[in-house]
């Protein structure tokens, strides 16, 4: 089975933003680089040292509005620019404390009043990730058309905030993968478990506004609430769009 990755995406502050790239080089045993690097812990958040589990974040599950932010990170200084459609551009350090009251007061009116607020901007010395290993997502094209085909909508890429999107597959095929290699460019990665889905993937991501029950519909159609599978990076490499990809 072969296929084309499609596209690469990286998301620098966990649910805050999407990132296109043309290339990326991946290295065993991490995360895509800078994908996740910095997440947004609320003010209920119970943190421990190093990766912590999604609850302790800000996020588009329990802030839709956050779906809609973009993003732009400049590697070498490490700052950011986030826009949205509502609140607009600033540009930003997440490291720099200074920089910390300005994107609190940007943010802060995409989360709803009653929930608990954005307080501060953490890092774990890898991708804050939805899984307590190194992961990188990977997703099929096809799966997401014959969803959206059972929907009767065109739903975004974006609404799944995945890292690597291939072509090539019959859908649905990537959950027989578990345990399986794939072959990307100049990298090998290992398919670890599916991805269960939360209510982030009912968010259109172009208005941050709630459109089309994603989870029901994975429900009643296919009897579970999964879309895309986790890999881990076996051998480092360069990977484009346009490379071919292939099963092992």
């Known amino acids: 089975m072969t296929g084309r990755l499609t596209d690469i995406t990286r998301h620098p502050i966990k649910g805050h933003g999407r990132e296109a790239l043309a ?33 302790n974040f800000a996020r588009g599950a329990k802030a839709p509005a956050l779906m809609a932010v973009t993003s732009e990170l400049e590697e070498e200084t490490a700052t950011i620019t986030l826009r949205h459609p509502e609140r607009g551009e600033i540009r930003f350090r997440p490291d720099d404390p200074q920089d910390l009251p300005r994107f609190l007061d940007w943010v802060t009116p995409l989360n709803p009043p009653e929930r608990a607020q954005p307080a501060r901007i953490v890092s774990a010395g890898r991708g804050m990730t939805d899984s307590d290993f190194p992961s990188i997502s990977v997703l099929s094209t096809a799966s997401l058309a014959d969803l959206s085909a059972r929907m009767g909508m065109d739903l975004s890429k974006d609404r799944w905030r995945g890292n690597l999107w291939l072509e090539g597959a019959a859908p649905w095929a990537e959950f027989g993968w578990i345990g399986r290699h794939l072959r990307i460019g100049g990298t090998l990665l290992r398919v670890e478990e599916r991805i269960t889905r939360c209510k982030a993937t009912t968010v259109d991501p172009e208005t941050g506004r709630i459109s089309g029950d994603t989870l029901a519909a994975l429900d009643a159609h296919y009897g579970h609430k999964d879309f895309g599978i986790y890999a881990v990076v076996i051998e480092g490499g360069p990977v484009s769009v346009g490379d071919e990809w292939s099963l092992q």
């Not at 065993?28 to 994908?35: F, R, S, Y």
């Open 23 to 55: 290339s990326v080089r991946l290295s065993a045993g991490e995360c895509l680089p800078w994908d996740r690097h910095w997440a947004v812990a609320h003010e209920a958040a119970r943190l421990r040292e190093g990766w912590n589990p999604c609850a």
